[in-house]
């Protein structure tokens, strides 16, 4: 159940899961269900022209062999590569204030976080983001 994959932010959003921003912590993501509803709570992320080149540069670090860390922004990346599909996904994102920049289309938006390799890395066992999954 974990890790198969789950529906873009629009299919979330058809299905009743509200979007709204937690934090700038890229390891704050947290769901709730409620009654009726549930909630995605996604840190706000601000895009620029060097978001690719810099975020690249942060994932090969946390795949470096004598790099101790939690794979924060890699598992963020992926997650995210998850939930945005297409300009619309992104555009419910830039609503709820999850996504903003200086980016002028969505569809950029679109292709910078296709573009950011994660060199296939899946924190399937012990996810940082493992609950959340299940919860969707």
Same mark, same amino acid.
């Given at each position: 159940?974990?890790?198969?994959?789950?529906?873009?932010?629009?299919?979330?959003?058809? @299905?009743? =899961?509200? +979007?709204?921003? &937690?934090?700038?912590?890229? *390891? !704050?993501?947290?769901? #709730?269900?409620?009654?009726?509803?549930?909630?995605?709570?996604?840190?706000?992320?601000?895009?620029?022209?060097?978001?690719?080149?810099?975020?690249? @540069?942060? =994932?090969? +670090?946390?795949? &470096?062999?004598?790099?101790? *860390? !939690?794979?924060?922004? #890699?598992?963020?990346?992926?997650?995210?590569?998850?939930?945005?599909?297409?300009?619309?996904?992104?555009?419910?994102?830039?609503?709820?204030?999850?996504?903003?920049?200086?980016?002028?289309?969505?569809?950029?938006?679109?292709?910078?976080?296709?573009?950011?390799?994660?060199?296939?890395?899946?924190?399937?066992?012990?996810?940082?983001?493992?609950?959340?999954?299940?919860?969707?």
């Amino acid at each position: 159940m974990v890790n198969s994959p789950f529906r873009s932010v629009t299919d979330l959003k058809a @299905n009743g =899961i509200h +979007f709204r921003r &937690s934090s700038s912590c890229l *390891t !704050d993501i947290k769901f #709730t269900s409620f009654a009726f509803y549930s909630e995605l709570r996604l840190p706000s992320f601000y895009l620029t022209d060097n978001t690719k080149v810099y975020f690249s @540069n942060i =994932i090969a +670090f946390e795949m &470096s062999p004598e790099t101790r *860390t !939690d794979f924060a922004v #890699t598992t963020y990346f992926n997650f995210m590569k998850a939930l945005i599909h297409n300009a619309n996904d992104v555009k419910v994102l830039r609503e709820k204030g999850i996504l903003y920049g200086l980016l002028a289309s969505n569809e950029e938006v679109v292709e910078i976080f296709k573009s950011i390799d994660t060199y296939g890395y899946s924190n399937r066992t012990r996810g940082l983001f493992r609950n959340v999954k299940i919860g969707i």
